[in-house]
C-alpha cells in the first residue's frame, strides 16, 4: 500500500498533446486573494504571505481570520476581510476596498462552496487584473471519472486569464485510502499557484491534488 505524499497531476484530454503556454509566472509578488482561507487554505495564505505577497483573504469569521499568518514570517502582509460570499453587496464592498489597498489581484485562490459560486464568483472577477492567475478548489464530487470535464465558470475562464483549476482527491494511508489532510491541500494548491505555466487550453482539464481512480476507493 502507498503512503507517501499525495501527487499533482493534471489532467489531459486525451487525444491531444502536451504544448506549453508561454506566459509568465506569477512569480512577481503582486497582490493575492484567498478566498475561504482561514480553513484547509490557511496554509496556502502562509505561503502566499512568505513569498512577499500582500494576500487578502476572505472568512466570514473575524477570530479566524486573525490566525492564518501565524507563523509566516514578516515578507508579506495579510489583509483580512470578514465578508459572507454568498452576500453580493457586503462582499463586493469587502473586495473593493482591498483593492483601493492593495491594488488589483494577479493572483487568486478560491475554495468557495458550491452553493455560494453563482453569487461570489462574478464578483471575485471584478476585483483581478485581467491576466491573473486563478486556481479554483473543487470538491472531488467535481471530478468523478464518470464526468468528461470540471466544467468551468465562464466569469473567470476567460483568456488571458489563466484559469487553474485543481480537484481535491484523496491519498493513501497505512490503513488505505484517506481524505487529505489541510497542509496536503495547501501544498498542492500553493505548487498549483507557483507554476510558470499551465497547459495549454485546448489539452488540459485540471490539475488534481492525490487521486480520484478508481472512484470506488474514495474514503
Ligand atoms: N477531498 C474532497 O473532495 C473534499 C472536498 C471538500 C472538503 N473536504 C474536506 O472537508 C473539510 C471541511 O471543508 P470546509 O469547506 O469546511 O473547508 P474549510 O476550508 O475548513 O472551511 C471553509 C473556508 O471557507 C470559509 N467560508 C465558508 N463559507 C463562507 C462564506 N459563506 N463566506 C465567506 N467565507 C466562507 C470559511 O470561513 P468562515 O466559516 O469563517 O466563513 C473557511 O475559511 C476540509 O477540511 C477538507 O479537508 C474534502
Redesign the pocket.
Known amino acids: 500500500m502507498r503512503h507517501e505524499n499525495p501527487t499533482i497531476t493534471r489532467a489531459q484530454q486525451p487525444s491531444s498533446s502536451s504544448v506549453s503556454s508561454s506566459r509568465p509566472g506569477p512569480s512577481a509578488p503582486s497582490p493575492a486573494l484567498v478566498?475561504?482561507?482561514?480553513?484547509?487554505?490557511a496554509g496556502v495564505v502562509r505561503g502566499l504571505v512568505a513569498d512577499g505577497r500582500r494576500t487578502a483573504v476572505?472568512?466570514?469569521?473575524e477570530e479566524?481570520?486573525n490566525a492564518p499568518a501565524d507563523g509566516a514570517g514578516p515578507a508579506g502582509e495579510v489583509l483580512p476581510l470578514s465578508?459572507?460570499?454568498?452576500d453580493a453587496g457586503r462582499?463586493r464592498a469587502a473586495l473593493r476596498r482591498a483593492r483601493r489597498e492593495a491594488g488589483l489581484f494577479r493572483l487568486a485562490a478560491l475554495?468557495?462552496?458550491t452553493p455560494?459560486r453563482e453569487t461570489?464568483l462574478p464578483v471575485v472577477a471584478e476585483v483581478l487584473a485581467e491576466d491573473a492567475v486563478v486556481v479554483d478548489v473543487r470538491?472531488?464530487?467535481a471530478a468523478d471519472p464518470t464526468r468528461e470535464r470540471v466544467p468551468p465558470p465562464s466569469v473567470l475562464d476567460r483568456a488571458p486569464r489563466d484559469y487553474r483549476p485543481v480537484?481535491?482527491?484523496?491519498t493513501d494511508g497505512p490503513a488505505g485510502p484517506r481524505?487529505?489532510?489541510?497542509q496536503e491541500?495547501s501544498d498542492g494548491v500553493l505548487a498549483v499557484a507557483r507554476a510558470g505555466t499551465r497547459p495549454a487550453r485546448e489539452d488540459f482539464r485540471h490539475w488534481t491534488i492525490?487521486r480520484v481512480r478508481p472512484w470506488h476507493d474514495r474514503p
Open positions: 478566498v475561504g482561507g482561514t480553513g484547509m487554505l476572505v472568512a466570514r469569521s479566524a481570520l465578508a459572507d460570499y454568498s462582499f475554495w468557495v462552496h455560494g461570489a470538491g472531488s464530487a480537484v481535491l482527491g484523496f481524505r487529505l489532510t489541510h491541500i492525490g
